[in-house]
């Protein structure tokens, strides 16, 4: 696959105007299971030097997104410290201090549990958050999402009959959030499961996986991540806290490497 430094012009124009888009998408292991308390050291929260304006819809609730003009943990009115965070924690602080991303925009739309399908227009829930989402950023920054970063298919990993079609439905889309938001080059990072997880809670994980890397094999503008090496817990799905520690930090050197 060859990744090119600009597509339809927008890494180019974040670039020079200083600030950068992401749109992290997702179920649980995007939506993460520990709380900022957790993280410590250069990871300690919040980051009220990371001039971000953080975006999130929380877990199945349409309506005004919670905002702040500085990178601290938010998943509901009054976000605080004692709330959920994911892998954003490591990759938007990994892009500020390690890459010297000065000003960076995050919006999270995720919900736990959620299969593909539940994504597609034809679903409406998910979809009319993505298209929110996109209207926020739209008349926050001017710009959509320079790069999306994608947490998912563990759901899909549960059936046959999911993990079957997790191809076409992943296909769709991409296609239709390119197509929503005006952007046929859009960037995705796409998240493979990871080997540890479990195979007798997610049968079909190795289809889901075959069918990301098909996809990401047939569109130049589609990377997988590979998340063989990350821990996972007891529960055989969700990362550690060193597992989403690694996960964030992989994300934010990828997309850094795609916007150089």
């Not at 490591?90 to 890459?99: A, E, K, R, S, V």
């Not at 859009?186 to 049968?203: G, K, Y």
């Not at 990362?239 to 850094?256: K, M, W």
């Amino acid at each position: 696959m060859i990744i090119l430094p600009s597509y339809g012009g927008r890494v180019v124009e974040q670039v020079i105007r200083g600030f950068l888009n992401i749109l992290l998408l997702g179920q649980s292991n995007a939506r993460g299971k520990f709380i900022a308390n957790d993280y410590g050291g250069a990871y300690a929260m919040p980051r009220v030097d990371i001039p971000c304006w953080f975006f999130l819809y929380p877990d199945g609730s349409p309506g005004a997104p919670y905002s702040s003009t500085a990178f601290e943990a938010l998943d509901g009115p009054g976000g605080s410290a004692i709330r959920n965070v994911g892998p954003e924690v490591n990759f938007m602080i990994d892009l500020h201090d390690t890459f010297g991303r000065t000003d960076l925009r995050l919006h999270k739309v995720v919900r736990g549990g959620a299969a593909i399908e539940e994504w597609l227009p034809a679903d409406e829930d998910m979809w009319f958050e993505l298209l929110n989402s996109y209207a926020v950023m739209r008349k926050a920054t001017g710009y959509g999402p320079d790069l999306v970063v994608w947490v998912q298919g563990e759901s899909d990993a549960t059936t046959e009959i999911r993990a079957n079609a997790y191809n076409a439905r992943w296909t769709s889309l991409v296609s239709n959030i390119r197509t929503a938001f005006g952007q046929p080059r859009l960037q995705f990072i796409d998240c493979r499961l990871s080997a540890n997880t479990s195979t007798i809670i997610m049968p079909w994980r190795d289809t889901v996986n075959a069918a990301k890397d098909a996809v990401a094999a047939a569109d130049d503008y589609i990377e997988t991540l590979n998340t063989d090496a990350f821990g996972i817990q007891v529960d055989g799905v969700h990362y550690t806290l060193g597992g989403f520690e690694d996960l964030g930090q992989a994300i934010g050197v990828r997309a850094n490497s795609l916007i150089s």
